[in-house]
């Protein structure tokens, strides 16, 4: 079965430090990836996706992410956090098209960034 | 463009009711999708929309069921609602392809007393 894996509920960090939020991912077919933030009462907004191309993908608030086909992985990093970053980010993937074209995301439990003064 | 919406936003209702949750989507926008978001089973699929045919549905019962109208507008409704269904409930939209962006709704905070 498909499934995604953050290990970490919580990642608390100092505003300024770098962060990485941990993604891994099983699946038989393969994949396109995807990071998504929550802040609260609001709905989920796209960080960033990889599809295909260079395994390093940029997105927007300074995140990137690095595919890792062999490890199943696609961790999200910033090099320096704000205060604005605390939030949930979800890591989700879908399936590439098996047989019928779907947008189903499978998402990961989150992980909540608690960045402190 | 403005975004997806959805309404009510918030909702409470009684066990053995039913409700009805209605999606807006970007304009443009064909496909849409709904999801259920609890602190206990996180996000999960419920069922995607496009040009008024459900293409995808989730591991959900009978009682959740949707549906799409021509102007792309969505509905989910809930028949004999259960405390397990209190939850968000959001909705994305995105053009055709799976690989375009879903943009989310703020979602339906869903209580059942």
């Known amino acids: 079965a498909q499934s995604v894996t953050q290990l970490d509920s919580q990642v608390p960090v100092f505003e300024e430090a770098p962060v990485e939020l941990r993604c891994n991912y099983s699946s038989s077919v393969s994949v396109y990836l995807f990071w998504y933030v929550q802040y609260p009462n609001q709905g989920l907004q796209l960080l960033l996706k990889y599809l295909s191309g260079s395994t390093l993908v940029k997105g927007i608030n300074g995140f990137e992410a690095e595919f890792n086909k062999s490890q199943t992985s696609f961790h999200l990093r910033k090099p320096s956090v704000h205060i604005s970053d605390t939030a949930e980010y979800f890591c989700a993937v879908i399936l590439m098209n098996y047989g019928g074209a779907t947008n189903k995301l499978i998402f990961g439990t989150g992980t909540l960034l608690a960045v402190q003064p | 463009k403005a975004g997806v919406t959805q309404t009510p936003r918030y909702l409470i209702k009684t066990r053995g009711q039913q409700v009805t949750l209605s999606c807006s989507p970007i304009?443009?926008?064909?496909?849409v999708s709904w999801y259920q978001q609890t602190p206990g089973q996180g996000l999960q699929f419920l069922f995607e929309?496009?040009?008024?045919?459900?293409?995808n549905k989730g591991n959900f019962p009978g009682r959740f069921s949707g549906r799409q109208f021509s102007n792309s507008r969505s509905e989910m409704n809930v028949s004999t609602l259960e405390l397990g269904d209190s939850a968000l409930y959001l909705c994305a939209s995105c053009e055709p392809g799976f690989t375009d962006t879903q943009y989310f709704g703020p979602g339906t905070r869903l209580t059942v007393l």
């Open positions: 304009s443009g926008h064909r496909s």
């Open positions: 929309y496009f040009s008024e045919t459900q293409r």
